[in-house]
């Protein structure tokens, strides 16, 4: 499966309002359209983050989905209010599954769940085989591919995602130039939690 994982910067004080959007209007409309939303979660360390996972089943998917999604009524009608409340949503790493994202029921999720999100930058591409840390809950990597859909920028970055459900205790390979450290706390109707 490829993966975006979107990291947003919002306006001070407006998560909240995103969210309660999100989940009411943006969750079945885009799976009716072939699109999987695997979790939407706050990041407890940063308060105006939003950070989600969206999955397709390939490329020519992710770019039928997003066109339809992005030209079709529900965008229209909620997509102003959506983009309120944010300063930056170019924030997104396109990834394939390595270990695929475990979903659960939606609308389940503890409030008191907490995921991590360790994000390895490499110096350059990724070697074809990455162990996987045992903690590891879903590992993804860079997906080496144009982006058909620029509408929606990913970022051209060499990286590795481990989702654990603890601080991941795995050595940092020696090619990471970089590493970002994500505390996620899953919203009410995230089936990643």
């Known amino acids: 499966m490829i993966v975006e994982f979107r990291r947003y ?7 909240d309002e995103l969210i309660d959007l999100f989940d009411r209007e943006f969750v079945e409309t885009q799976e009716a359209l072939g699109m999987a939303v695997l979790g939407q ?7 105006d983050q939003f950070v989600w996972l969206r999955g397709f089943t390939d490329m ?5 989905g997003l066109t339809a999604f992005y030209s079709g009524p529900v965008w229209a009608k909620h997509g102003p209010a959506a983009n309120a409340t ?11 599954e390595i270990v695929p994202v475990p979903v659960f029921d939606r609308g389940t999720a503890d409030p008191e769940t907490v995921l991590y999100a360790t994000i390895w ?6 070697p074809d085989s990455v162990p ?8 993804l990597r860079t997906e080496y591919v144009e982006n058909d859909f620029p509408r929606l920028p990913v970022r051209d970055e060499h990286a590795l995602v481990l989702l654990s459900r603890s601080p991941l205790r795995a050595e940092v390979p020696a090619q990471v130039v970089k ?3 994500l505390r996620l706390g899953p919203t009410r109707r995230s089936t990643l939690h």
């Open 179 to 181: 590493t970002d450290n």
């Open 60 to 64: 020519p998917s992710r770019r039928a």
């Open 9 to 15: 910067t919002l306006r001070g004080g407006r998560r």
């Open 121 to 126: 930058y490499w110096a350059g591409p990724l």
């Open 132 to 139: 996987s840390p045992d903690e590891t809950l879903a590992m």
């Open 41 to 47: 979660f706050r990041d407890l360390d940063r308060p």
């Open 86 to 96: 944010m300063l930056d949503s170019d924030d997104v790493l396109l990834l394939r």
